[in-house]
């Protein structure tokens, strides 16, 4: 079912959906096709149909079934196959949002999380499943109006915070749980662009010690060891994902030679790169498999 606007109608209408921070699509994975890609804001991934493998920071093809839900920070890389094809509904979500008018994320942080390291996942309950069958007529008919994207989102959002409980949201967004700020989303969109700390701060136009100081205030860690776990997230993912050299990616991540890159790995990652990539180090199975 096609939508009724005119072409300078819906071009607008794209305009606003890009200004208005939310986005809804509808992902289509083929049998057997591989899909890689950088996320650059927030995203919520609702599978529709089928079953898909992803991979990410740490994780290694955690598969995922129709009416799982999985939350990605912004600057995850992931790569997600589908045996058989599948679907996926991808809400990407503004920075700064609420879950409603009275509650905000950063309410969620007084709440005890379990096993911080593992997956952010939902289960879609039954009042998510109707929000859904609802929305996909209107996104297959590619109705891209601004203004309904965002009330779409913010419906969601309302909905989670309705029908699921604190504890269950706050696993959830673990990974987005720290103060949101014009600050933070410089660093969540710009960490892969820069190898050290000194470098961020340049990019910033801050001094080293003002920065680390606000980096800690917004995240509640260094600058440095944060940076330090991004990296090592980011490499175990190029090591098990790609079929990259490990020279070349020790050349991308800063390393000044192949010895220091596995010398890296060995005591970050529990092994050699080319035993991690072998399926060999069973060293950190535990926390990656999710």
């Not at 045996?83 to 994320?105: A, H, K, T, Y």
Request: charged letters at 25%; a neutral charge; hydrophobic letters at 35%.
């Amino acid at each position: 079912m096609n939508n009724t606007l005119k072409k300078t109608e819906e071009r607008i209408c794209l305009n606003e959906k890009q200004e208005s921070g939310f986005f809804l699509e509808v992902k289509r994975l083929p049998s057997a096709t591989e899909w890689t890609d950088t996320v650059q804001g927030t995203e919520v991934m609702i599978i529709l149909d089928g079953s898909i493998y992803i991979s990410f920071d740490f994780t290694l093809n955690k598969e995922l079934h129709a009416d799982d839900m999985i939350l990605l920070a912004p600057g995850t890389h992931i790569k997600a196959e589908s045996p058989n094809g599948g679907s996926i509904l991808v809400l990407q979500i503004r920075e700064n949002f609420r879950l409603c008018s009275c509650f905000s994320l950063n309410q969620l942080k007084a709440v005890t999380v379990e096993d911080e390291g593992k997956p952010a996942l939902l289960t879609v309950k039954p009042v998510l499943q109707t929000y859904i069958q609802g929305l996909l007529p209107h996104l297959q008919g590619s109705l891209l109006c601004g203004e309904y994207m965002k009330l779409k989102a913010e419906e969601f959002l309302l909905l989670l915070r309705a029908y699921y409980t604190k504890e269950e949201l706050a696993a959830f967004f673990y990974p987005i749980l720290h103060e949101s700020s014009s600050f933070t989303e410089f660093i969540l969109q710009n960490y892969r662009k820069v190898k050290k700390v000194n470098e961020f701060a340049q990019l910033y136009a801050c001094s080293l010690s003002n920065f680390d100081k606000k980096f800690k205030k917004a995240f509640g860690i260094s600058a440095y060891k944060w940076m330090k776990g991004k990296k090592m997230e980011l490499i175990y993912h190029e090591i098990n994902t790609t079929n990259k050299p490990f020279g070349q990616i020790a050349e991308e991540q800063g390393f000044l030679s192949l010895s220091q890159f596995t010398d890296f790995c060995k005591k970050n990652l529990g092994d050699s790169p080319g035993k991690i990539r072998r399926g060999i180090s069973q060293s950190m199975n535990g926390e990656i498999d999710g």
